[in-house]
T-cell receptor
Framework: KNEVEQSPQNLTAQEGEFITINCSYS?????LHWLQQHPGGGIVSLFM???GKKKHGRLIATINIQEKHSSLHITASHPRDSAVYIC?????????????FGKGTHLIIQP | DTGVSQDPRHKITKRGQNVTFRCDPI?????LYWYRQTLGQGPEFLTY????????KSRLLSDRFSAERPKGSFSTLEIQRTEQGDSAMYLC????????????FGSGTRLTVV
């Protein structure tokens, strides 16, 4: 079964801490997405990557294709970063071109 | 273009009633997806359109569910004879034909069946 596993499920940290969220998947993919979901449901796409590393502001996403693993890092975390962070993958090969999602990591940054 | 729009944002309905949701994707995106998300879970794929053609449907999509995209622009998702288990967030997303620019999600429609 194609699965996407995220860890941790819940993370509470103090403002300013360096945050790491992990994602692993089981079979070959064409791309991996990191998404942010705030209370109320809207999802924002943070990164789409298929190799290496991407950086946007205080957010950094890395992927290791051989190990089937990706990490999302937040530097100098802030309470406004509190949200659910979801890893999603596009699998290689045929079938629906949609995404398979992890269950998400619920992040709370305390002031 | 203001992104992917979904309507309504919230819907409360009695068990057994029919409901219809609408999604307006980004205009130049020819791919449109419907997902369902229950509390504490990640979204699950329901169905996918390329232009007006519905190319794939999940086994999650029972006979009570139907989706259309008649002119390859907006899409509707209808649930007939709603059940309490249908209560969830219904998310729509669209993507560019090249696929290389990622997905844009709507804010979702939260359905509560009482």
């Amino acid at each position: 079964k194609n699965e996407v596993e995220q860890s941790p499920q819940n993370l509470t940290a103090q403002e300013g801490e360096f945050i790491t969220i992990n994602c692993s998947y089981s079979v070959g993919i064409s791309a991996l997405h990191w998404l942010q979901q705030h209370p109320g449901g809207g999802i924002v796409s943070l990164f789409m990557l298929s190799s290496g590393k991407k950086k946007h502001g205080r957010l950094i996403a890395t992927i290791n294709i051989q190990e089937k693993h990706s990490s999302l890092h937040i530097t100098a975390s802030h309470p406004r970063d509190s949200a659910v962070y979801i890893c999603a993958v596009q699998y290689s090969g045929g079938g629906a071109d949609g995404l398979t999602f992890g269950k998400g990591t619920h992040l709370i940054i305390q002031p | 273009d203001t992104g992917v729009s979904q309507d309504p944002r919230h819907k409360i309905t009695k068990r057994g009633q029919n409901v219809t949701f609408r999604c307006d994707p980004i205009s130049e995106h020819n791919r449109l997806y419907w997902y369902r998300q229950t509390l504490g879970q990640g979204p699950e794929f329901l169905t996918y359109f390329q232009n007006e053609a519905q190319l794939e449907k999940s086994r999650l999509l029972s006979d009570r569910f139907s989706a259309e995209r008649p002119k390859g622009s907006f899409s509707t998702l209808e649930i007939q004879r709603t059940e309490q288990g249908d209560s969830a967030m219904y998310l729509c997303a669209s993507s560019h034909p090249s696929g290389g620019r990622g997905y844009t999600f709507g804010s979702g429609t939260r359905l509560t069946v009482v």
